[in-house]
Structure formats: C-alpha cells, structure tokens
C-alpha cells in the first residue's frame, strides 16, 4: 500500500515509551538472572518472587508495544486503512475466557480496508459524542454498552476518555478505532483525502483539536 497519509502515535509520545519500554526489558532481564540466582539457591521463595516479578514486567512491556506502535489509520487515492485491535477498543484481551488472564494477553490486530467513495460519514470524539450521533442499532452502540457495563472501573474510565475516529459507509456499516495520543495534525489531514474524493462527507468532530474541519463544513 502506497499511502499519501498516516496517522500513527506522536512520535515524542512513541520516543518516550520506546526509552521507558527499554529499560522494562533490562529490569525484566535482571528478574530473571535473580530468580535463575534464587533457583541454583534453592530459595524457592525469592525464586517465586523474582520469577513472578519478571513475567509481570514482560507482560506489562508487551501489552504497551501493543498499546503505542501497532495501530494506525491511512489513505491513499482509493482506500482508508483502518489497523486496530480485534476487540476495537483496547490493546489487552479483556474478552478471554479466564478472567484473570483477561489484562495480561495482548490483543490480536486487524486492518479493515474502506473504498473512500463509499465513506458518507466521519465522526471524531469520544463514546458519548459518538452514540448521540448515530443510530443506536449500529455495531458501535452494541459492542460499547458491554464496556459501559463493566465493573472494572479502570476500563471504564479509559473507554469513556478516548477520542474514537468512526467512519460509516452509504450501507449503513461502520468502522471505527481509538486514536489517543494520535499526531493530530495526519488524522486531519486523512479527513481531507477522504474530503477530496467524497466532498459530500458529513464531518462531525468535538474538542478543539478538530476545529479547523468543523469550520470547513
């Protein structure tokens, strides 16, 4: 795919977590030198504590490179490209079967392709924003309300305080993904490539970070 534009993380944003991800590994190594340490040792509880210690910290690093580098949004003359996670919401697989394994597996990834052309909506904002916008028999509504029904607070809190980048077709499917520490200025610009080959797009965005397409409209 040659893409004329790709909205990604901020670079700074994906900079910073690559030295953060970084020395992760090096603690993640040392836990396991220590609980190598511990086992020659025979001291079965450091063993477990630094064994543990260390699955935690690989876990954590490969949920954030889940998190940080993976997804995307892109377009060229043709289509939109749409990489996201295969639960659409969030980089860990919060739908696995044992709960208690739920937040410790990283999520699979997808890529969705959509004909520009057929592109008739492009909604930026968070989940509210968005369900006051469309139908409430779209997929968007179904699979959010199992989020919005969680006990998990932390997940509740993250899911209602992303952006959402949402695109609808003429048939009346919708693709859409979250965009949280996206470079806002690429997601604009995609906007505008869709705009240029569909120039009656509807363009609904909230905050002020989309403002300049609101006052395009």
Do not use: H
């Amino acid at each position: 795919m040659a893409s004329e534009v790709r909205a990604r993380t901020k670079g700074a944003y994906r900079r910073r977590n690559t030295i953060f991800l970084f020395i992760l590994v090096l603690l993640s190594c040392f836990a396991l030198v220590m609980a190598a340490y511990n086992l020659v040792k025979s001291s079965w509880l450091f063993f477990v504590a630094w064994l543990i210690a260390a699955i935690l910290a690989s876990t954590y690093v490969l949920i954030r490179i889940n998190t940080v580098y993976p997804s995307y949004i892109a377009a060229d003359r043709e289509s939109l490209y749409m990489k996201n996670w295969t639960n659409d919401f969030l980089p860990y697989d919060y739908g696995n079967k044992i709960k208690l394994l739920s937040e410790f597996i990283p999520a699979k990834t997808k890529i969705v392709e959509i004909p520009l052309d057929e592109i008739c909506t492009v909604m930026i904002g968070t989940k509210n924003f968005i369900k006051r916008n469309v139908r409430p028999e779209t997929n968007f509504v179904k699979n959010i309300r199992s989020l919005e029904k969680t006990k998990d607070f932390y997940r509740k809190k993250t899911i209602s305080s992303m952006d959402i980048f949402y695109v609808e077709t003429y048939s009346g499917e919708c693709y859409y993904m979250p965009i949280v520490n996206f470079d806002t200025g690429n997601v604009i610009k995609i906007v505008k490539v869709i705009q240029n080959v569909n120039p009656g797009l509807a363009v609904k965005t909230s905050g002020r970070d989309y403002r300049s397409l609101r006052i395009k409209q």
